[in-house]
């Protein structure tokens, strides 16, 4: 990492101000190449941490591209833990891409995606969950999503993560000595000991598994989707949360043949409303396909509002949907409650069985209220606050649940007492597996594929 690299770290476009940002050993001698005062003088020296106003000169026209602010950051107090450079100039595509190009043309190459997060991490500035959090941070679309990732950021998860890599390790070490000085083992007491502290470990570590859901839900967002016989208004009801016409309406049942997904806020979080074709018994050819992928958004569903239609007789395929939905995680949904009821509610208990039952009109947008406080309560079940400590990404959960499994061997070899080699095989997988979230085992291919979601600037 001795070249020095450089982009735009600004979004494209117009805009009030574009940073370019470049960081290694000799950015600052490449910006003072192109950096002048305010009346045209070359600058020998500059402080750190420090705005200076100047002008960004072309060397080869003595032409002035721009009047800018340039602050220099010396390692290893940047972001990259290098010497970082960022030139404020004023926001516009043209004006960053020549400066940019200067900065190219005079020692410095363009970065890769994600290479400056990727130097932090690689720098020690920061570690792999830190990093992932960076990304997570960026594309927040949610004061949920925001949170989280500011704690993931901050370390909250991290330390936890490192706490238990090193109550392991003592453990560890304890198992190493007995094979080190075999005529002494690990006594009784020892054995009872690391027994213990090993199922509190492998408690804290299942703990942090049960926490994925509503991770993912705070960092993706919940996924919800409508579901009901044809008709009877879900189309009517997503283009109502959207408080848009996306969905096409018409009094013909079977219009919606496909699967339509669209974001809504709702209170701190964001949720992912799905849109789906209407079930039945005997669909058309051309409906099958969107009947299908319906079954497929209800399995995937973190929620399925279930739609019957209140001034319509409840009809074989109000008993199909009941059936299809049977075990899923659901909320019940009465539509059309502005029209005559054709159906007592008590005959709908009978046929589904829920804890919540919510009553509106898409079309005259009343009870939404309630619908939306239920939708909320039903995919958050908790709250979190800020000494929260959860996992939202698929990665952790699979290191920790390999953690898991290698502790119970572990647990299983000490219990049996069997030799502390076996013991110490399936103790170091299991810290091996903590270490790979921290990032301090971890290969190049997992590293390309995070750090190449990133955008180039970050």
Not at 120 to 143: C, H, K, P, T, Y
Not at 149 to 154: D, G, P, T, W
Request: aromatic share 6%; glycine share 6%.
């Amino acid at each position: 990492m001795s070249d020095i690299i450089a982009s735009i770290a600004t979004p494209k476009g117009e805009g009030g101000i574009s940073i370019i940002r470049s960081s290694g050993m000799g950015s600052l001698s490449v910006a003072l190449k192109i950096f002048h005062t305010p009346s045209g003088n070359p600058v020998e020296k500059i402080s750190p941490n420090i705005a200076h106003f100047g002008s960004i000169y072309d060397p080869s026209t003595r032409n002035c591209i721009d009047e800018v602010v340039l602050t220099w950051f010396k390692n290893p107090k940047s972001y990259t833990g290098e010497d970082v450079v960022e030139i404020s100039a004023h926001g516009g595509t043209f004006v960053s891409s020549r400066i940019l190009g200067l900065v190219l043309d005079y020692g410095a190459r363009l970065a890769e995606p994600g290479e400056f997060t990727r130097r932090a991490f690689m720098n020690g500035r920061i570690d792999l969950s830190q990093a992932e959090a960076v990304a997570d941070l960026i594309s927040a679309a949610s004061d949920k999503a925001l949170q989280a990732a500011i704690l993931q950021l901050k370390g909250r998860l991290s330390k936890k993560i490192t706490e238990l890599y090193d109550r392991l390790l003592f453990v560890l070490s304890q198992v190493e000595a007995a094979i080190d000085f075999p005529e002494e083992g690990l006594d009784f007491q020892k054995r009872d000991s690391s027994i213990s502290e090993l199922k509190q470990v492998r408690e804290e570590v299942s703990n942090l598994i049960n926490t994925y859901k509503q991770g993912k839900i705070s960092r993706d967002g919940a996924s919800v989707a409508l579901a009901g016989k044809p008709n009877v208004g879900k189309s009517s009801l997503l283009n109502t949360l959207l408080q848009e016409d996306r969905a096409i309406v018409t009094p013909h049942p079977g219009t919606t043949r496909d699967t339509l997904e669209e974001k809504v806020r709702i209170k701190d979080t964001h949720i992912n409303i799905i849109d789906s074709a209407g079930l039945r018994r005997h669909p058309e050819t051309i409906e099958q396909e969107g009947i299908r992928r319906t079954r497929l958004a209800i399995d995937n569903a973190d929620l399925t509002l279930v739609i019957f239609d209140r001034s319509q007789p409840l009809d074989e395929n109000d008993d199909l949907i009941c059936k299809e939905i049977h075990e899923k995680p659901k909320l019940v949904v009465i539509n059309k409650c502005d029209l005559p009821e054709q159906w007592p509610i008590e005959q709908l208990s009978q046929k589904i069985e829920t804890d919540t039952v919510v009553f509106i009109s898409a079309k005259e947008q009343s009870g939404l209220d309630s619908l939306i406080n239920a939708i909320y309560s039903c995919v958050i079940k908790e709250e979190t606050n800020g000494e929260a400590i959860f996992i939202s990404r698929e990665r952790h959960r699979l290191n920790l649940v390999q953690a898991s499994l290698s502790l119970e061997k572990t647990l299983t070899s000490l219990e049996s007492q069997l030799s502390e080699e076996f013991v110490a095989i399936d103790l170091n997988i299991a810290m091996n597996h903590l270490a790979t979230i921290l990032g301090k085992v971890v290969e190049d291919e997992l590293l390309d594929q995070i750090f190449n979601s990133f955008c180039i600037g970050k």
